[in-house]
Nanobody, 115 residues
Framework: QVQLVESGGGLVHSGGSLRLSCAAS????????MSWYRQAPGKERELVAV????????NYADSVKGRFTISRDNAKNTVYLQMNSLKPEDTAVYFC????????WGQGTQVTVSS
């Protein structure tokens, strides 16, 4: 059974940091491109960061460049999102996504940044 389980969300003050984790199971994690998306209330889901299967290439939304870092540990079947210098506009539900010949989604973790 495929599972993507996000953790690490919470409430943080502006300027603070959080580290999200996404633990994967039920598929060959090391073959999949992994991404983090987010969805704020009343807005569409948007891509935040992507990392290729081997971890050699990453890409970021312009809004998070220089503040967020995506990484993965293929031995632990886990992808991470280190979020620094958080802003109120980063408030959203953050979703983990796995993509190869099929796509999987996690259920999301809430991140709330207070001003």
């Amino acid at each position: 059974q495929v599972q993507l389980v996000e953790s690490g969300g919470g409430l943080v003050h502006s300027g603070g940091s959080l580290r999200l984790s996404c633990a994967a199971s039920g598929f060959t994690f090391s073959s999949f491109t992994m991404s983090w998306y987010r969805q704020a209330p009343g807005k569409e889901r948007e891509l935040v960061a992507v990392i290729t299967a081997a971890g050699s290439t990453t890409n970021y939304a312009d809004s998070v460049k220089g503040r967020f870092t995506i990484s993965r540990d293929n031995a632990k079947n886990t992808v991470y999102l280190q979020m620094n210098s958080l802003k109120p506009e980063d408030t959203a539900v953050y979703f983990c996504n796995a993509r190869f010949w099929v796509q999987y989604w996690g259920q999301g973790t809430q991140v709330t940044v207070s001003s």
